[in-house]
């Protein structure tokens, strides 16, 4: 039986990043990954500490899988072992130290023969590639800086070995994450579109999708050049936090919101079918019940296909969490439930634009057989039911949208 490991991802989209990778790299070592927690031997859990909810979340996860499964090993990696320790885990791997996980998890539970029972992770059609870690930014709310150091962008040459590798083994979407991936490049003077143009150039079949983005080296340029990569995806996470600019500033946000505007118009003037969608914290210390309306009424200027809505969550460490104009959890939990209807309506809005035009799928997964799940350029859900009982698994198809 093959030792089985089960991975469990906490916060953002750069940490799925890295569990892909621990993925390969366990897969490789001879481990199978389990699709469910019952058949699980190992458990590996990419913590994240943004916020202190978050770390409440890891520890509540970490007991009830101790008491759930008194057998299996619990190993943590990611942000929160850079800061603190844990008890009740059989292993803790920092960022710095966690390609030596495989090697140490395989001392602890050597790997076995094979079990059909367990299934090899099978999602092949989209990969995740890191091409920069670490913020030197300073938003007033975030740990980041402090738990993952200054920016570090991965060499040109490195981004397209692993694209390469990406495109070889089949991937048809890439997309290039990292914690501050607008800044690439910033040490040396590259920006995004070069490790854009690498990526494109050496999986020239793949899509490519871009992570989360900060705003702020969005230059006309910069959008100008990224235009004109062919299998670039038009969808932007551009980071916003909030739409009102007594906020943003309290944030220690580097943009006005009519500067965050020009970038999504220019946007949305270069791509065809752009999809802008963004964060948004609600209830940031000293938001008034004035700026969260200004905030709103921005918000649906603009026009999102999606938001990720966080009620702020206060985070040891940071200046925000010294603050003394905090807002009762009541009032971020009304502004949360507000901003969701807005959103639920934007998504509908944004899905009706494209109803009838010609968009590119790839297809994902099958629900039952003949029925074909998979997600547009701009990321939109899309499924198809028809007689072709094959799978479509990893296969791009043009199809007229209908939400
Ligand atoms: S840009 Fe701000 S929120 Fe993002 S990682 Fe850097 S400091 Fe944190």
Redesign the pocket.
Known sequence: MLNSVYFITFGCKVNLTETEKMRLALLSKGFAISESEEKADIFVINSCTVTDTADKKLKKTISRLRKAYPEAKIAVMGCYTELKSLENVDIMVGTADRDTLPDKLSKLSPVKESNEDYKIYPDNTRAFLKIQDG?S???SY?I??KARGGFCSKPLEVIGAEAKAFAEAGFREIVLTG??IGFYGVERGQTLFDAVLTVSENAPNARLRLGSL?PERMTDSEIEKLGGIKNLCPHFHL?LQSACDRTLKAMNRRYTISEYMTVASKLREKFSNTAITTDIIVGFPGETGEDFAESMEKIKKIGFSDIHIFPYSRREGTRADLMDNQIPENIKHERAKKLSEVVEDMKKDFAETMRGRSLKVLFENEKTPGVHVGFTENYLPFTVENNDLKSWRNQIKEVRYIP
Do not use: D, L, Q
């Open positions: 913020c930014c300073n938003c975030c980041i800086p914690i501050n900060e980071s």
